[in-house]
Nanobody, 118 residues
């Protein structure tokens, strides 16, 4: 069973930065892609950013230019560097990993809270 775990959430001031990390019980280079999603109470889980095994990267328009997704195979970690944070970035952030190709199985972490407030 693949296990996914996020870390690095917390409180930041507007304009500040946080770095989220996602680790897996499986080598991350076996995943077709890894992504970040976020969710606020009462709302759906929204896409934030994704990185494919072949290096392709995508961002939601709301975070493009402020957030950077990356992987470090040596530490088996996928990260999301978040800068110029805004109060509307406040959410629970989830890591998702897809294993087995485009039609494979997805795995989610339990989430980590990010709060942006002065």
């Amino acid at each position: 069973q693949v296990q996914i775990m996020e870390s690095g959430g917390g409180l930041a001031q507007p304009g500040g930065s946080l770095r989220l990390s996602c680790t897996s019980s499986t080598r991350i280079d076996t995943f077709y892609y890894m992504s970040w999603y976020r969710q606020t109470p009462g709302n759906r889980r929204d896409f934030v950013a994704t990185i494919y095994g072949d290096g392709r990267i995508g961002y939601d328009d709301s975070v493009r230019g402020r957030f950077t997704i990356s992987t470090d195979k040596a530490s088996n970690t996928m990260s999301l560097e978040m800068t110029n944070l805004k109060p509307e970035d406040t959410a629970v952030y989830y890591c998702k990993a897809l294993l087995g190709g485009a039609g494979g199985d997805d795995y989610w972490g339990p989430g980590t809270q990010v709060t942006v407030s002065s």
